[in-house]
């Protein structure tokens, strides 16, 4: 049964491969059904993988493989919330480690071109902090930084 509501990721024929690679990776995540095309369509045949759902943690998503000329971009990202520094790695050695890209202030990309914040929830409270001039040296302390230092963020929280 589909969710009354599902993010839809476009892919050009790995929608399967993602969502298990997702489901691999990240907790609450998993694969259910595959659906494949009815007919013949322009970016396969009957019988293809069109679509699969997947849940990354939590949340119900749907992989459609619409085929190629619609890549994805920033403007859309999973933000993680880590706890530890331990966790940060895990999930962000698990994307890039797997073809993707490391990008800046704690974002990635994972091979499939979909987007990744690995966000330590210490770095949150520092950003959002009531104290503007903790917020502030914590927000310039993670734009100097790729993958979160949680040890970085905590230093520059203190001052």
Not at 140 to 158: F, L, Q, S, Y
């Amino acid at each position: 049964m589909f969710p009354k509501n599902a993010i839809c990721l476009w892919y050009d024929g790995t929608a399967l491969e993602a969502a298990e690679f997702y489901a691999r990776t990240f907790p609450d995540s998993k694969v259910g059904a595959l659906h494949r095309a009815p007919g013949d369509y322009p970016a396969g045949k009957e019988g293809d993988p069109l679509m699969v759902e997947f849940t990354v943690l939590g949340i119900p998503c749907l992989g459609l493989n619409g085929g190629p000329g619609t890549p994805h971009n920033q403007a859309f990202s999973f933000q993680v919330s880590t706890e530890d520094q331990a966790e940060t790695d895990r999930y962000w050695n698990a994307i890039v480690g797997n073809g993707g890209k490391e990008n800046v202030c704690g974002w990635c990309q994972d091979k499939w071109g979909i987007s990744w914040q690995i966000t330590p929830r210490v770095l949150m409270e520092g950003v959002t902090s009531a104290d503007r001039a903790e917020a502030k040296r914590v927000f310039e302390a993670m734009m100097g930084m790729g993958k979160i230092d949680v040890a970085g963020v905590e230093r520059a929280r203190k001052g």
